[in-house]
């Protein structure tokens, strides 16, 4: 169904077809390794705006891919505004239709910036809290002692009325 619209949407709009060649719609595939390998593959990640793409967000980011997102009025709205910052890389966040269409358009025929952000993602990866497994594990197991003491000092929680 989404070919079928593209190709519609490209022939109602006169659109170069050398640029709508470039969509490709992907069946799900297994295991998880598989499917980062393949969405490495992508130019650029058009985010969703009522529901941003929480886990495949981070997944289109580890795998070094530019992302472009919105930000929303609710949660579910606002995971890739957070997931961007999470890399110290706002200029991935906007705020209105029109600012997401340019910047995604932006991106979309400037191979040099998306270059430059893929290069920004890769150096991120490394280095950025969002990917920073063993600092979010000592975080919660820090977390976790913190609860045990306060259950030891106080009792078991209690409910505010």
Not at 28 to 52: F, I
Not at 112 to 126: C, D, M, P, T, V
Request: glycine share 4%.
């Amino acid at each position: 169904a989404g070919a079928l619209s593209v190709a519609a949407e490209e022939a109602a709009r006169a659109v170069d077809p050398s640029l709508v060649s470039r969509i490709i719609f992907a069946s799900p595939c297994s295991p998880k390794l598989e499917h980062l390998r393949r969405v490495t593959l992508a130019d650029l990640c058009l985010d969703t705006t009522v529901y941003n793409g929480h886990t495949t967000g981070s997944d289109v980011l580890w795998a070094g891919v530019p992302m472009v997102t919105i930000q929303g009025d609710t949660f579910p709205s606002r995971v890739g505004a957070s997931l961007a910052r999470a890399i110290d890389m706002e200029d991935m966040v906007t705020y209105t239709l029109h600012e997401y269409e340019e910047r995604a358009v932006e991106l979309g025929i400037n191979a040099e910036k998306r270059a430059e952000w893929r290069a920004l993602l890769a150096k991120k990866r490394l280095e950025a809290p969002l990917f920073d497994t063993a600092r979010w594990v000592a975080s919660f197991e820090e977390a976790l002692d913190v609860m045990w003491d306060r259950h030891a000092e106080v009792g078991p929680p209690y409910l505010l009325t």
